[in-house]
């Protein structure tokens, strides 16, 4: 007659399994934030952003992308994102000298990495929503400078705790036509400012993401997902009102963007102090911003 199980034996399993368990869970949210290490391969030239820049000649002047040209270049870009393997702030602050070097190296970087992944989709893919859960924007990770870094690690970890600066959310392309789109240009540390503030006044000058609609205003849910960031960026901090920031990339006149909102407009509806109106925050449009014409895949 065999002899039952002895308590010990009776919980190995659980037991094993538990721990397997969260190692993995572990293992996941490391690799979300991009603390997981990556080997940095010895460069064969110096860093730079030329044929980035090649590739964002396939970007037309209303923020569509040609993804299908882009793919047919894909070598510019494929060599770009090998390159920040070997390079970034971090393990080469030598090459990144000073803020608006290293801030200008992330912008691109993210927005080279979004571009790499939708082309790695197309045609197929139609919406980064597409991935189940997000995925599109923590599934992968890239070696970035010596760490392996997700499309999320590299906006809350890196920019938006390392840069105090609320424009970064109008200069990342989120690749939806909701979202800040692409410029036909690079970051450039020497015209970061010049460009962050166009970033901006291109986003809220949008009559999708900013509108006056008698006393209620529609803002673009970015304001509100990243609510706490625009805030602080304001004198007074938390306490204020995010059509304040609005405001302040508001044009005056919308003479090069027909339809959008001014800030007289946003002054008559909301009051001298911008608190006499209704704030309703509107669904993004995620499908893709793509130039070319293509009938959704049934």
Known sequence: MDAPPSPLRRFRLPAVLLAVTALLATAGVLHVRGMLPATVPSASEPFHYHGYAKVLRHVRSGGDVDFASVGRERQELDAFVQSLASFSPH???DVFPTPEDALAYWLNAYNALVLQQVVDGYPYLESVQQPWLGRFFWGRAWPVGGERLTLWA???????T???DPRIHFALFQAARGGPRLDGAHYQPEFLDAQLNEAGRRFVGDQRHV???GSTVHLSRLFDTYRDDFLAALPEGRGGNVLQFVWAFLPDTCEERPGCATRSDLDRACGPRLDRCRVVYTEEDWTLPDAAAREPRP
């Open 211 to 213: 509108e006056v609609d």
């Open 162 to 164: 390392e840069f105090a």
């Open 91 to 93: 393990n080469r602050p």
């Open 154 to 160: 590299l906006r809350h970890r890196v920019l938006r």
